[in-house]
């Protein structure tokens, strides 16, 4: 635990001095788009709860500059421990960041004339939550497992092609009437609770996935 406790503490003060600003500003525009257009107010808790988790994974960018495994393997953490403590830091940094949200949610509420903020929205952002935290759980595999700019193109070409596959399975439904009602049929039994614990699974048995693969990636790098 205690390099854990060091690894915590250094990825903290990076975030304090290198993203606190930027997190700042991110409320402050995700606050702002939230009032200015129609998205709701689950965009702010959304949009702010995606940009902390994609940012958690970063601290791994720095942590692979100017040979800096090499320093942080001479102290007492090894690859393990390592791995652990990004997956915890992406969790409480994502966490933070949708308890942000939900506060500029709260305040977009209380100002926009006409919104509101009930039960169901509240269930819909704690699903976006934890769909958001098996991403980072992705997020840190590909840091990983690619350094620097290909590490990017990476990252990019994944979600890229998920936003692409979702666009066009979402166009096929509404485009075709029978695969539309044959789509019907297959979740006419399942209920909204039903879904809601499939789609926490899902995302935990994604995010666990990621972290048994980061682990295995970390063992087998070289520096």
């Known amino acids: 635990m205690k390099g854990i406790r060091g690894l915590l503490e250094k990825d903290f003060r990076l975030f304090r001095y290198q993203g606190g600003k930027f997190f ?12 200015a257009g129609n998205m709701g107010t689950n965009f702010v808790s959304i949009y702010i709860t ?9 601290t ?3 942590d692979e500059a100017e040979h800096g495994y090499n320093y942080l393997f001479s ?33 977009a509420v209380m100002i926009k004339p006409g919104e509101r903020f009930n039960l169901e ?47 066009l399975i979402g166009y096929l439904v509404n485009a075709s009437s029978s695969v539309e009602k044959r789509f019907a049929q297959v979740t006419k039994g ?8 499939l789609v926490i699974v899902l ?10 693969y980061s682990m295995r990636v970390m063992k087998k790098k070289e520096f």
């Open 190 to 197: 399942i209920g909204d609770t039903q879904m809601i614990i």
């Open 50 to 58: 995606s940009v902390m988790a994609i940012y958690s994974g970063s």
């Open 121 to 167: 929205r509240l269930a819909e952002s704690s699903i976006a939550l934890m769909i958001i935290l098996a991403i980072s759980g992705i997020v840190i595999t590909i840091k990983l497992k690619f350094e620097g700019e290909k590490g990017r193109l990476v990252f990019a070409i994944i979600f890229l092609s998920i936003f692409v596959g979702c666009y």
């Open 60 to 62: 791994i960018s720095y």
């Open 75 to 107: 102290l007492p953490v090894n690859r393990k421990i390592y791995v652990q403590e990004k997956y915890i830091f992406s969790f409480i940094l994502t966490v933070v960041g949708w308890c942000a949200g939900m506060i500029c949610a709260g305040i």
């Open 24 to 35: 700042l500003v991110i409320a402050i525009v995700g606050l702002f788009l939230s009032l």
């Open 203 to 212: 995302s935990l048995l994604v995010w666990f996935i990621s972290y048994i």
